[in-house]
Structure formats: structure tokens, C-alpha cells
């Protein structure tokens, strides 16, 4: 079944054929353009605000059917709400649409110019993906954060939306498509741009078409994600789980520790970029451990101890149920809630080695006061985010200053981190010659220039470059 | 059966390991320590030069029988040999190792530096992808350039060559890995840097350990990369073949057509970046078609045309066996050899929209004197490279001044066009704190400062950074 109803294969195909027509159409599509497809957006979604509120009503009604019968969580439940209690939710996403318009184009920009011979000049120009699909549970509002961030970056999108959220997501996606369609002849941005599809089938349809689909962004869970890599060519950009540790190092400062500790692993449990894991150098167990453990404890954290940390831990008069023994288990696990695992180790260098084992690549954080050491670190750590005496839940895409984010990456090629708008450009390389040929150089022929210009220079001269 | 004789997968794994172990020492490895490597490595290679030299030896004659069974072909035989006829591709080969010595750092670049608030800075720097799988075939020298090129961008490499360069793989292997070997410990560059498997079946293997590889880029056959496309979870920077076209726009200058489309087909028919179909505007078939079909024909290009640029050609006498009809199969035919389809098109419109629906999305170019059309075709084409009165086999990281290239990639994420070292790097972020949760910030709280810093001024204060 299809949002047609048609055939699943075909109708895909066609959502497929559409996106690509329309992403060739974003190529061109001026900043002006853009902006104005941005604004037409704001407008219309605070037009259609009652149909939406109809929409999202409907949601809420069957998944308080489904919460009542034990079937959805109460925090599931709630992040299905497009409006929240007192509207607010509405106009944070109205606000968050002007962002992004605020922010500047990733596109056309210079990022290399180089002066091959006279009359050849060479540009590295940053430009669209092309197409992409995006695959996302509940939230809503994501259709729209993730409309916009398509829009201004050029691309254009398949959204694929969790089923409880269906209703809100097509209302959502009717609102931005007659935004769109308002928009004058030949603007560059058509309303084919954005394409919602709305059943699980059609996943595994879209993961087969890589000739229209540039990049696949699944969010969801570490398995959901695996799922994909597993069943496409399309590139992906793994928005994986996040296991993230914290090493306290032997000359950590007590203060620090106990804020950096507390706030990562308290500050929202559940998301990829809480702390999980602390590491604890042994010469620091009886002088910094004690005090992270009693200030985690406040916050009713279960800390679950190796052997040193354990026996250490135990004398402090634990609360009920706050210690108990680790298992090797326990320092592979995500646990996105009031946990963390102690491990004990003898030096430096058997962090780096366990965070780097152990570790997803998302985001590890060193407290020490010896800058070497802290730098070293932030070297031999392999990860998106390497941190020196600061929270893990610092990492997120407004926090950076992106203004927005589209996920977070723990891929090593493409993306990696906090994902803005620049993650969802490339760039293509523009030659403006007069006529030339590789024939004309090599040994005893003419050389190559070379001459490396300054990009910001070269688009004055030459307007039409971006 | 593997290089070791051993169990396929359990070596593999071991391979994969000990590449993904080093990768994590170079990761820190001076500029210093990687220099130092490549001067090893050239000296090396000269000291083995008479071992090299019998290995490459064997695997010409082994060649030479397979020739003349007719089971290789020439040209295939010629790129085996690592010396040459006077010794000189050796030389050129040493050279290289020097040339990429001199090549600029691509790791610990800052390149976004921004203040979050009063001592808590952010910065995005540059850093090695991890661990490369690299397929070739034949050239054995390419062991020496990819080796090279890892080195010099921090990565570990498993390589795995062709069966027929075997022996000189294996030679060119062991100078490397004892050239490593001899650095200081604790360098940051071990030999176990650079791995060599020598079977397909390895390659299966390879394919699954995507807890270990970062990033696989097989330089072979269409097939071959959808092969590997299809069989991992890696992610593949595709050095695909290529179908490039050349647009001659009704406003083309005839001496520049010449130029362009002489050297697009005849300059080395066999390579990617090589045009493969010529698109004439309707109005350019009598002006600048016929001058263009003549100095083709002097090349010995037979031209597949459609009932226009056929009827028109016909007329002018063409050498024979160089004029005939062109099917619907030679406009997505990438003939390598001196072989061109022509098609007239109505439009400049349809021209972009021949090439976005036929073309490999890797070079394209447009001869014309019309500037807007020029920047207007070179905005709208979706392909790596865009081209304006040059030919398409400049695309080239040689020629565009990387001074390497370990590929040319039509990817639309991480790495376009010809990839030099630049395509070898990701980026982490490092935060520097001072005790900062996410917590102490948002509505009633700190705000956050998002202070953009110049990446080089922090790179002088904190030299730890890079």
C-alpha cells in the first residue's frame, strides 16, 4: 500500500522521478528564490494552523487509545504534539523556519580557485546533493525543520515519517507543497521538491532507486539504521546511538569533574550524546570518584562498578540500589537512562585504548587539568566530538552554532558530528577555458600555472560563478 | 586461499585489525614522522631496486605467455612493467614519493574555530579517515602511490592488487613495510600501516568488516563498484567509469569546437574523463559541425549520428567506415576507443536535459562564446565536473594541482571529481571547557556567545590543536 494506493514499486519510482526533476530545478534556484519559498512556508503553515490542529488531534486521539492500552509510551505520546499545552510548540517551529532562512547559503560557494594556464581557470564550487531521503519516527514538526533545511541547501526530499504521526505529517506536507505551488513560474523551488511517503514498504522500494536517491539519512535506532547500510547502495549517513565516555584523569579537577559527569549523564538521559561510560584513572578513585559518585547518586544515578571502584564506592553508604557490581556487558550498553558504568583504569593510555574499543565514535570527554595530556586525548580519541572539560550534551547542532541540524554523524566520511547545512552540499568543479586541450601540456609542451587564487576575489570578477 | 596460506576470514579479520591498530597510532603521528616515513620509503625502494626488478620480471614473463595465448592484451601487458624501457617510470615513480612529501598537511587544519562562551571554544579540525581498502588492477606502482598518499593524510591501507602484478605487489609490499620498520619507535607510522591481500576472495571478507575499514574506493569496472556497492556496509567512494559529453552551442567559435572535441575523444580514448558523445545545436549543425567532423575524421573517429548531423555529414564525403547511423544504445555507450555519437538537439534546454538523463554525472562541457549560457549550463548540469570551452580530459588531480589523486570519484558526498589528499580526510570536533554542562544554558540561563574565531590565530594560541 502506497499513499496512492497504487503500486508500491511504481508509485515509489514516480516520488523517486519527481524528486530528481525537482532537485535539477534547485540546482539554479537562486538565494532570493529560496528565501521567498521560505517565507511563502511561514505564511501558509500559520494559515493552515486550524487543519493542522485538526490533523494532529486525530493523531493524539489514536496514539491516547494506544498509550491507554499500554501499547505507546507517555514520553512517545508527547513528542507527538505539534502545538503543546499552550501553542508554544506551534510557534517555535514558525520561529525555527525564519532561522533557517536566516542562515546563510551553503551553496555557491568558492572553496578552491586555482589559475590552471591563461585563459583556464579552475573552481571548486559547493553546490546541492541532489535528492534526499530522510526516514524519521514521530515528531512532526521534523517534516517541516527538515523541509526548510532541503530547501535552503537546494536539495530536495523524501521524507518518510513514523506511522502514529500520519495525519500531522500530511497536513504538514499538503501545506508546504501549496507554499510552494504559490511561488511565481520558473522560481526554482516546485512543490515536487518535497515528497512524503507514508508505509514501511515503501522503504525497501526508495533504498533500491540510487539513481535518483543521492543520500539516505535514517533516524532511528542502531539496528533500523543498520537495516539500511545493509539494503542499499544509496551513501548513508548513520545517525547512530551514541555510547559516549567520560575519563576522569589523574589530576582532574574535583569541581569540574562533578559538573561535566552530572550534566552528561543527567541533563536528558535519552539522548545519543548523554554520558554512559565514566573511566576512572586509578590514582584518581579515592580523590575525585568520590564526590562525582555522591553528586550522581543526588540525581538517583545507579553507578555500576568494576572491582577498585566498587570496593571504594561501597564504603560511602551508597542509597538502595544505586551500586551495584558491573558486568563486561554493561560497558557496551546504551543504557539513555539513569545509569552509568565505572570502569577502573591503571593509565592514560588504557582510556584512549578502552573508548576507542568500546566506543561509537560519537562524543568522549577527558576532565583533567594538564593540557598535554587533554590534548593527546582530543588526538588519539576517534570520534566525532573529542572533549576537554566539558559536557558530552554540548554536542548538537545549535549548541555549535549551526543554527540547525539535520542529525548527528558518526560516519567518518561525508559528515561527521553535528550535521548543518554544510553536510548536505558537495561541490562540483567549474573549468573556464578558451579552447584547450590536455594535449597541449607535458614535457616539452606548455606547463601548468598553478596559481591559486583567492576565491572571494574570483566571484566578484566572475557574478555568474555561484 | 590467502596470502598466509591461513583460514580467509579469520586472516582477513586479523588484516583488518592490525590496519585499524595502526590507523589509531597515525592518527597522531607527527608531520615530522610521516615525512621521515615517505624519505624511508623512496630510499628503500632505490636500495630493493634489483629484487623489484626480478619480481616485476616474473610477472612479465608470466604475462607474456598469457599474451601471447591471446588471454592479455597489450596494452594491459604494458602497464605491468614497473621500469619501463629505459628504466624511467621508476624514476618517475621515486619521484612521486618525493612530490607527495612536499605536499601540504591535509590533517590539523582548523576550518571553523568559534567561541561557545568564556572558555568553552569549539573547533573543527582535520583529521585522517581511519582505515582505506583500496582494489586495483594491474599498475603495480599504484601499491607506492596509495601508500604514499595514506601516509601522508595519517590512514592505514589494505591494498589489494591485481593477480597478474602479483610478485612486484609483493615486492613493492615488503620494501614499504621494511622501510616503516626501520623509523624510530613510537614514530606513529608502523609498518602495519600498509596491508596487502592478494585474493578475491579476501575481498568478500573485506567487504564485512566495516567495524574495522572506513572507507573503500575500488578502482575497477561499473560492475565491479556495484559489485561493492551491493556488498557492504563500507562506504564507497565510486571511481566509476564515465560518459561525458561535449555541447556545441548554436554561438560555439569553430576553432575552439576543434580543440575541444579533438582532445575530448582522441587525446586518450581509454580513460574515464574521454567524450564520448557530441551534442550539436540545431543551429550549429552547418556552421561548426562540419569543420569538427573533419578534423575528427583526420583522427580516425568513426561518428554514430542521428538523422540530422548524418544527413548533413554525409554530404562531406566521409572516409570510409568513419559515417554511420547512430542507435538509441550509443548515446549511453562509453566506447573508450575512437568512437563518437552525435546527436542534434533543439534546445540548450535539451541539451542539459541529454546530459542530466544520459550522462555519468562525471565531466561535461559546453562550447559556446555565451557567457550566461556558459554559467547557466555549468549551474544546471548535475556532474562532478562542469566545463566551459575546455576539454573534459583536464579532469584530472594532477592537472587541477593537488599533485595526486587516488581517484576520480562521481559520488555526490564526501569526495567529487579527481580526489587528492583532501578526499582522505574527515574532521573531529574538539571542545576545550572549563567544567560547561548543557544544562547552565537556554531561556532564563547563559546564552551561548557563537563568536566565529579565525581558525589560524587559534592554531598560533593553542598549537596543541592540530
Same mark, same amino acid.
Given at each position: 500500500?502506497?499513499?496512492?494506493?497504487?503500486?508500491?514499486?511504481?508509485?515509489?519510482?514516480?516520488?523517486?522521478?519527481?524528486?530528481?526533476?525537482?532537485?535539477?530545478?534547485?540546482?539554479?534556484?537562486?538565494?532570493?528564490?529560496?528565501?521567498?519559498?521560505?517565507?511563502?512556508?511561514?505564511?501558509?503553515?500559520?494559515?493552515?494552523?486550524?487543519?493542522?490542529?485538526?490533523?494532529?488531534?486525530?493523531?493524539?486521539?489514536?496514539?491516547?487509545?494506544?498509550?491507554?492500552?499500554?501499547?505507546?509510551?507517555?514520553?512517545?505520546?508527547?513528542?507527538?504534539?505539534?502545538?503543546?499545552?499552550?501553542?508554544?510548540?506551534? #510557534?517555535?517551529?514558525?520561529?525555527?523556519?525564519?532561522?533557517?532562512?536566516?542562515?546563510?547559503?551553503?551553496?555557491?560557494?568558492?572553496?578552491?580557485?586555482?589559475?590552471?594556464?591563461?585563459?583556464?581557470?579552475?573552481?571548486?564550487?559547493?553546490?546541492?546533493?541532489?535528492?534526499?531521503?530522510?526516514?524519521?519516527?514521530?515528531?512532526?514538526?521534523?517534516?517541516?525543520?527538515?523541509?526548510?533545511?532541503?530547501?535552503?541547501?537546494?536539495?530536495?526530499?523524501?521524507?518518510?515519517?513514523?506511522?502514529?504521526?500520519?495525519?500531522?505529517?500530511?497536513?504538514?506536507?499538503?501545506?508546504?507543497?501549496?507554499?510552494?505551488?504559490?511561488?511565481?513560474?520558473?522560481?526554482?523551488?516546485?512543490?515536487?521538491?518535497?515528497?512524503?511517503?507514508?508505509?514501511?514498504? #515503501?522503504?525497501?522500494?526508495?533504498?533500491?532507486?540510487?539513481?535518483?536517491?543521492?543520500?539516505?539519512?535514517?533516524?532511528?535506532?542502531?539496528?533500523?539504521?543498520?537495516?539500511?547500510?545493509?539494503?542499499?547502495?544509496?551513501?548513508?549517513?548513520?545517525?547512530?546511538?551514541?555510547?559516549?565516555?567520560?575519563?576522569?584523569?589523574?589530576?582532574?579537577?574535583?569541581?569540574?569533574?562533578?559538573?561535566?559527569?552530572?550534566?552528561?549523564?543527567?541533563?536528558?538521559?535519552?539522548?545519543?550524546?548523554?554520558?554512559?561510560?565514566?573511566?576512572?584513572?586509578?590514582?584518581?578513585?579515592?580523590?575525585?570518584?568520590?564526590?562525582?559518585?555522591?553528586?550522581?547518586?543526588?540525581?538517583?544515578?545507579?553507578?555500576?562498578?568494576?572491582?577498585?571502584? /566498587?570496593?571504594?564506592?561501597?564504603?560511602?553508604?551508597? @542509597?538502595?540500589?544505586?551500586?551495584?557490581?558491573?558486568?563486561? #556487558?554493561?560497558?557496551?550498553?546504551?543504557?539513555?537512562?539513569?545509569?552509568?558504568?565505572?570502569?577502573?583504569?591503571?593509565?592514560?593510555?588504557?582510556?584512549?585504548?578502552?573508548?576507542?574499543? /568500546?566506543?561509537?565514535?560519537?562524543?568522549?570527554?577527558?576532565?583533567?587539568?594538564?593540557?598535554?595530556?587533554?590534548?593527546?586525548?582530543?588526538?588519539?580519541?576517534?570520534?566525532?566530538?573529542?572533549?576537554?572539560?566539558?559536557?558530552?550534551?554540548?554536542?548538537?547542532?545549535?549548541?555549535?552554532?549551526?543554527?540547525?541540524?539535520?542529525?548527528?554523524?558518526?560516519?567518518?566520511? /561525508?559528515?561527521?558530528?553535528?550535521?548543518?547545512?554544510?553536510?548536505?552540499?558537495?561541490?562540483?568543479?567549474?573549468?573556464?577555458?578558451?579552447?584547450?586541450?590536455?594535449?597541449?601540456?607535458? @614535457?616539452?609542451?606548455?606547463?601548468?600555472?598553478?596559481?591559486?587564487?583567492?576565491?572571494?576575489? #574570483?566571484?566578484?570578477?566572475?557574478?555568474?560563478?555561484?
Amino acid at each position: 500500500m502506497t499513499v496512492n494506493g497504487a503500486n508500491g514499486i511504481d508509485t515509489t519510482l514516480e516520488i523517486a522521478r519527481a524528486a530528481r526533476g525537482a532537485s535539477l530545478e534547485l540546482q539554479a534556484a537562486s538565494l532570493e528564490s529560496k528565501s521567498l519559498a521560505l517565507h511563502r512556508i511561514a505564511e501558509q503553515l500559520l494559515k493552515d494552523k486550524e487543519t493542522l490542529r485538526q490533523a494532529n488531534q486525530r493523531d493524539l486521539d489514536e496514539a491516547r487509545a494506544r498509550k491507554d492500552k499500554g501499547e505507546l509510551s507517555e514520553a512517545l505520546f508527547k513528542r507527538l504534539d505539534l502545538f503543546g499545552p499552550d501553542g508554544s510548540k506551534f #510557534e517555535t517551529l514558525l520561529e525555527g523556519v525564519k532561522d533557517v532562512d536566516k542562515l546563510a547559503d551553503p551553496t555557491g560557494q568558492v572553496t578552491y580557485a586555482c589559475k590552471l594556464d591563461d585563459g583556464l581557470d579552475l573552481y571548486r564550487v559547493t553546490c546541492p546533493v541532489g535528492v534526499l531521503l530522510i526516514i524519521f519516527e514521530s515528531r512532526p514538526e521534523v517534516v517541516v525543520q527538515i523541509s526548510t533545511l532541503a530547501i535552503k541547501s537546494g536539495n530536495a526530499v523524501i521524507l518518510k515519517g513514523g506511522r502514529e504521526a500520519a495525519h500531522s505529517n500530511a497536513a504538514l506536507h499538503a501545506s508546504l507543497t501549496t507554499a510552494l505551488s504559490s511561488l511565481p513560474a520558473g522560481s526554482g523551488v516546485p512543490p515536487q521538491a518535497i515528497q512524503l511517503v507514508s508505509t514501511r514498504d #515503501e522503504i525497501a522500494a526508495l533504498l533500491k532507486l540510487d539513481e535518483y536517491i543521492d543520500l539516505a539519512i535514517p533516524r532511528g535506532s542502531n539496528e533500523f539504521v543498520r537495516y539500511v547500510k545493509d539494503n542499499t547502495r544509496i551513501p548513508v549517513l548513520g545517525h547512530a546511538d551514541g555510547l559516549c565516555s567520560i575519563y576522569l584523569d589523574e589530576s582532574a579537577d574535583t569541581a569540574k569533574a562533578v559538573s561535566v559527569v552530572v550534566d552528561g549523564k543527567t541533563n536528558y538521559p535519552a539522548a545519543c550524546n548523554a554520558a554512559e561510560t565514566l573511566l576512572v584513572h586509578e590514582n584518581a578513585l579515592s580523590t575525585v570518584l568520590p564526590e562525582v559518585a555522591r553528586a550522581l547518586w543526588e540525581k538517583r544515578v545507579q553507578l555500576r562498578c568494576d572491582t577498585p571502584s /566498587h570496593g571504594l564506592l561501597s564504603q560511602l553508604n551508597p @542509597p538502595s540500589g544505586l551500586l551495584r557490581e558491573a558486568t563486561p #556487558e554493561d560497558f557496551r550498553t546504551e543504557f539513555l537512562e539513569l545509569v552509568m558504568a565505572v570502569r577502573t583504569v591503571p593509565s592514560f593510555a588504557d582510556a584512549i585504548s578502552h573508548i576507542n574499543t /568500546h566506543g561509537s565514535h560519537h562524543t568522549e570527554c577527558i576532565v583533567t587539568e594538564n593540557q598535554k595530556q587533554a590534548e593527546e586525548f582530543m588526538r588519539k580519541v576517534d570520534a566525532a566530538g573529542v572533549y576537554w572539560n566539558a559536557s558530552t550534551r554540548l554536542a548538537d547542532g545549535f549548541r555549535y552554532g549551526f543554527g540547525a541540524e539535520i542529525g548527528v554523524s558518526t560516519n567518518k566520511t /561525508h559528515a561527521r558530528g553535528p550535521v548543518g547545512l554544510e553536510g548536505l552540499v558537495i561541490y562540483k568543479y567549474k573549468v573556464y577555458g578558451s579552447g584547450q586541450g590536455a594535449g597541449m601540456y607535458g @614535457p616539452s609542451k606548455k606547463k601548468f600555472l598553478h596559481e591559486v587564487l583567492d576565491g572571494r576575489e #574570483e566571484l566578484q570578477r566572475r557574478p555568474g560563478l555561484a
